[in-house]
């Protein structure tokens, strides 16, 4: 008979996060979780939190963090660092709060290099208000606002933000996209995620983590068939990987 | 000892003194030599400063420096304080301290330059979404405001609430005689963030909305009793009392000793904070008094609705009317103000209330 390990709750979580079965986003905040308590920061950390099926974070973890407004975290972890540099402060946001209501406050936070880490759920639609269309959304992907499929010609391109911080702003520390569709990559992204915090820590600047996460209730898929799509579809137009390595010079 | 110094950069120091130790901002006139000033005099005392993409951001760094303890501080006008209105509206729901100073300019959209008071309803009425107010602090002169900086932070953290710091934008700009007050020691609030968790929270979902109205409307009842601030002179004898606060507050009271002077029974109420607003000097006025005057620097009349609300309930067995001289933008001068107190008087102007 197989050896059966005990399953291990990380110590900041206190509760169940109310995610819908087959989601991306309990994943993700059990690897940030366990990349901390790995660094030894689990009384370290303040987590500004997006809006969106991000906050479900919010309500289950025991430890410091702030409900931001939608989109404002890059200004409020900002805030948070400036006043509190050898603390550990990390936002966790979904696209559409990052990318789409939040850019301004995304894309001047990564400007200004703050020494922060950004970890952005990209499940290519707005999940908690119903599956809308978001800047990530890929072309021709129907949602509750492109019920055709999303028309690029007058939406505009998929956004790939990672790539845009690790090409154009030559401060920053790192820049990398993982997912979560088997255990190799979920491994992968959990190394991305400590190389993150890792680069905070030693002060090195701005680190972005962007992951292709499944929203299986909105893309009207099972739990198997969105890992799938994003294996097929996703990671064709968002490839994984690091784009800015830790100590890299800019390309 | 006083030195002459310009508004904005004696309002920035005594906000320094006053313990901030943070400052997030984008520039507008009439209130941008505040942040110039504290772009280099945050980083001298261990503070810092951000300039930040736009006041919607600014308002947000404010949020994370607060949310960790610090005294924070953004400074703006007009349609940069509209943009800030979700980031205060926040810092409300999340009982964390704040200092906003916003140097009045006229106008509706973007307004233009001049000095004004229009902004009176925003800022007395808790101006984002939901059930709050602010602290509104409306000093007359450069001195009053940098002397209230002290008390606008030891108020906010005493009731975990934003302090508005009403000026207008000739408090910016003129220079007059301050005497600056001593350094305060800084230190961080009880229920700042460590990173530690050394201050419990509960989750967003686990809120009781009920409980917490009740917590909030103790909250409201104990500022409206214990925080009224305003200056008054001649009222308990007076026919007609005006009613201004800031510089017009000022103008009036110029008026209202000349007017005596000449003979005329007439008296101040200059509120010095807003809201809450000084219905306690109200109770003060002439039982057989003929009227309450606003003197307000916008089109409209704003500042009339509280003087009146308060004159009928104070004085409830008579229907005391409320007018309002408007003057639109800049201060009047105090030949216009004992003018137009001659043609109410003779009744030349119709009441508002
Ligand atoms: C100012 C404002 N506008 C709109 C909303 C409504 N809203 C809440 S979450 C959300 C979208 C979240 O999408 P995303 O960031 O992708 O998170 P997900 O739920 O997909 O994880 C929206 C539009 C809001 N809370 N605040
Ligand atoms: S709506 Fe999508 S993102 Fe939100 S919890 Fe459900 S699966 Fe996850
Ligand atoms: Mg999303």
């Known amino acids: 008979m197989a050896a059966t390990r005990e399953r291990k709750v990380p110590a900041l979580v206190d509760k169940p996060m109310d995610f819908c079965p087959g989601c991306g986003h309990g994943i993700v905040s059990r690897l940030i979780m366990e990349a901390l308590e790995e660094l030894d920061q689990l009384d370290n950390i303040i987590f500004p939190i997006g809006v969106g099926c991000s906050s479900n974070l919010g309500a289950g973890l025991e430890c410091d963090r702030?409900?931001?407004?939608?989109?404002?975290?890059?200004?409020?972890?900002?805030?948070?660092?400036?006043v509190s540099p050898d603390t550990l402060v990390v936002s966790y946001q979904g696209d559409g709060d990052a990318y789409n209501i939040g850019i301004a406050e995304t894309f001047n936070a990564a400007y200004r290099n703050e020494n922060i880490t950004v970890i952005v759920?990209?499940?290519?639609?707005?999940?908690?208000?119903?599956?809308?269309?978001?800047?990530?959304?890929?072309?021709?992907?129907?949602?509750?606002?492109?019920?055709?499929?999303?028309?690029?010609?007058?939406?505009?391109?998929?956004?790939?933000?990672?790539?845009?911080?690790?090409?154009?702003?030559?401060?920053?520390?790192?820049?990398?996209?993982?997912?979560?569709?088997?255990?190799?990559?979920?491994?992968?992204?959990?190394?991305?995620?400590?190389?993150?915090?890792?680069?905070?820590?030693?002060?090195?600047?701005?680190?972005?983590?962007?992951?292709l996460s499944p929203c299986p209730i909105n893309w009207g898929l099972t739990p198997v068939k969105a890992m799938e799509r994003i294996e097929k579809e996703l990671i064709p137009y968002y490839p994984i990987g690091e784009f800015k390595k830790r100590g890299e010079e800019q390309k | 000892m006083a030195e002459m110094m310009k508004g904005n950069e004696a309002i920035a120091e005594a906000a320094v003194r006053a313990g901030a130790r943070f400052y997030a901002g984008y520039p507008?006139?009439?209130?941008?030599?505040?942040?110039?000033?504290?772009?280099?005099?945050?980083?001298?005392?261990?503070?810092?400063?951000?300039?930040?993409?736009?006041?919607?951001?600014?308002?947000?760094?404010?949020?994370?420096?607060?949310?960790?303890?610090?005294?924070?501080?953004?400074?703006?006008?007009?349609?940069?304080?509209?943009?800030?209105?979700?980031?205060?509206?926040?810092?409300?729901?999340?009982?964390?301290?704040?200092?906003?100073?916003?140097?009045?300019?006229?106008?509706?959209g973007l307004g233009?330059?001049?000095?004004?008071?229009?902004?009176?309803?925003?800022?007395?009425?808790?101006?984002?979404?939901?059930?709050?107010?602010?602290?509104?602090?409306?000093?007359?002169?450069?001195?009053?405001?940098?002397?209230?900086?002290?008390?606008?932070?030891?108020?906010?953290?005493?009731?975990?609430?934003?302090?508005?710091?009403?000026?207008?934008?000739?408090?910016?700009?003129?220079?007059?005689?301050?005497?600056?007050?001593?350094?305060?020691?800084?230190?961080?609030?009880?229920?700042?963030?460590?990173?530690?968790?050394?201050?419990?929270?509960?989750?967003?979902f686990e809120r009781d909305s009920r409980k917490e109205a009740v917590e909030l409307r103790e909250k409201y009842a104990a500022i409206k009793e214990n925080e009224q601030r305003w200056f008054d002179e001649g009222v308990e004898d007076a026919d007609y009392v005006f009613v201004a606060y800031g510089v017009p507050g000022r103008a009036t009271l110029g008026a209202i000793r000349e007017l005596r002077a000449e003979g005329e029974k007439v008296g101040l109420i200059r509120p010095i904070t807003a809201w809450p607003f000084p219905e306690k000097a109200f109770a003060k006025i002439n039982p057989a008094c003929k009227g309450v005057i606003t003197v307000e620097e916008n089109a409209t009349g704003q500042l009339v609705d509280d003087a009146a609300l308060y004159i009928k309930k104070t004085h409830k067995d008579r229907n005391i009317p409320a007018y309002a001289l408007?003057?639109?933008?800049?201060?009047?001068?105090?030949?216009?103000?004992?003018?137009?107190?001659?043609?109410?008087?003779?009744?030349?102007?119709?009441?508002?209330?």
């Open chain 1, 121 to 211: 759920i990209n499940n290519t639609n707005f999940g908690m208000t119903g599956g809308q269309m978001s800047l990530t959304t890929m072309e021709g992907q129907k949602t509750s606002t492109s019920i055709y499929g999303r028309d690029c010609s007058v939406t505009g391109y998929p956004i790939r933000f990672p790539e845009i911080v690790a090409r154009e702003f030559p401060g920053a520390a790192y820049a990398a996209r993982g997912t979560v569709t088997n255990p190799a990559n979920i491994n992968k992204l959990k190394g991305y995620i400590k190389n993150a915090l890792q680069a905070q820590l030693n002060h090195e600047g701005y680190s972005i983590v962007e992951v």
């Open chain 2, 28 to 108: 507008i006139t009439p209130s941008s030599e505040i942040m110039e000033y504290l772009s280099w005099r945050m980083a001298e005392v261990g503070g810092s400063f951000v300039q930040a993409e736009s006041e919607l951001a600014g308002i947000n760094m404010v949020i994370g420096a607060s949310a960790c303890g610090v005294r924070a501080l953004t400074a703006s006008s007009g349609p940069g304080i509209s943009l800030k209105q979700e980031g205060i509206s926040t810092l409300c729901d999340e009982g964390l301290p704040a200092v906003v100073i916003t140097q009045v300019r006229y106008g509706n």
């Open chain 1, 66 to 82: 702030l409900h931001c407004c939608h989109g404002r975290a890059g200004a409020v972890a900002t805030g948070m660092k400036r």
């Open chain 2, 326 to 353: 408007t003057y639109v933008y800049n201060t009047p001068p105090i030949r216009s103000i004992k003018a137009d107190y001659h043609r109410i008087k003779n009744g030349e102007v119709k009441e508002v209330y």
């Open chain 2, 112 to 204: 233009t330059l001049f000095t004004a008071q229009c902004d009176y309803n925003r800022e007395t009425r808790g101006g984002g979404q939901g059930d709050y107010r602010c602290i509104v602090l409306c000093p007359s002169s450069v001195q009053e405001f940098v002397d209230l900086m002290l008390p606008a932070y030891e108020l906010s953290e005493k009731y975990r609430i934003v302090v508005v710091m009403m000026g207008e934008g000739t408090l910016g700009q003129m220079m007059e005689p301050v005497t600056l007050p001593d350094f305060v020691e800084t230190k961080r609030t009880p229920w700042a963030l460590t990173g530690k968790y050394d201050y419990k929270k509960i989750g967003i």
